[in-house]
């Protein structure tokens, strides 16, 4: 193996370190970082998830409240619970895992969860926000994605990035962050998505190539040049009956054959997703220290 290896791990302790910091400041003065994450059903990925998160809130003594309840519940009672955690004077941000259940509209529920708490991001105004380079809460993997390029020294600045997927959690505000006229942005963007014809033709060209379309191994060595940065933010269960689990994680990119061509690339696991945890993190920190000056 020739490539790289981004480490999201290494990447995401040092600044779980400088949060940590900002941490302990805040509790000098009386304030500890409170964060909600809403667990509905028992999807095996999101349940992995939450778990990961609220493990990651007590590694940092963030305050974690972890609502878990059955797949079967209401969208009123759902609301109602994001009402209460809205009310919350502890929760300084409020996550409900995703995919909800088919008979709840998530618009509904995202648009309940207030902007100055959206830690996801998702909200129309962080998103209006975020398009008009306005202070916001970025969304988590297109924001660890950045801090990842920028951290591993492979900044986007004047780079093509290549974007695979559009979807509004990752491919879409990507494209969008990359583009902004700003240090560690900066980039010449092309999205592909499921109406691109030959793809390949664009992968070939990207600088930077961020793979987000959640197709296993998608990505092989032909469809990159030899000097790219490969960022693979797949997280694929695929079968595989020889192991105890019996199924695999895998990304969208062929790792072993991609890696032997490539300048660098991010492992599945321990690339994108823990950054994705760390930027979940620090937008919570970021919304306590904001509702001091609403106080
Ligand atoms: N499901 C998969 N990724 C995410 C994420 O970033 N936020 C939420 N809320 N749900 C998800």
Do not use: W
């Not at 694929?236 to 105890?244: F, K």
Request: proline residues 5%.
């Amino acid at each position: 193996m020739s490539a790289i290896i981004i480490d999201g791990k290494k990447i995401s302790r040092d600044i779980r370190h400088e949060l940590e910091n900002q941490i302990a400041d805040l509790r000098r003065e009386g304030l500890i970082p409170g964060l909600a994450t809403v667990l509905i059903g028992n999807n095996a990925a999101s349940v992995s998830y939450v778990r990961m998160k609220k493990k990651a809130c007590q590694d940092l003594s963030i305050y974690n409240e972890c609502i878990e309840r059955d797949a079967s519940i209401s969208e009123k009672e759902l609301l109602s619970i994001i009402d209460g955690l809205k009310r919350d004077s502890k929760i300084h941000g409020i996550l409900v895992q995703l995919p909800l259940p088919d008979h709840i509209n998530e618009k509904s529920i995202f648009d309940a969860i207030p902007p100055e708490k959206d830690v996801d991001g998702f909200s129309p105004v962080n998103l209006g926000k975020m398009m008009l380079g306005e202070d916001c809460f970025l969304s988590c993997t297109p924001a660890g994605i950045q801090e990842l390029l920028i951290r591993s020294g492979f900044p986007p600045d004047g780079k093509h990035v290549v974007v695979l997927g559009r979807s509004h959690l990752v491919g879409l505000p990507l494209a969008n962050i990359l583009m902004k006229k700003a240090k560690g942005a900066n980039a010449t963007v092309t999205v592909c998505h499921t109406g691109t014809k030959n793809i390949s033709d664009y992968t070939r060209q990207a600088d930077i190539l961020v793979a987000a379309m959640g197709k296993p191994e998608f990505i092989t060595a032909d469809m990159v040049k030899d000097d790219a940065v490969i960022v693979d933010v797949g997280t694929n269960r695929v079968e595989a009956p020889e192991t105890e689990r019996g199924y695999r994680i895998v990304g969208d990119v062929k790792f072993e054959e991609v890696a032997e061509k490539v300048r660098a690339i991010s492992p599945v696991p321990g690339g994108v997703g823990p950054m994705t945890i760390t930027m979940l993190l620090q937008n919570t920190v970021k919304s306590a220290i904001l509702s001091l000056t609403r106080q």
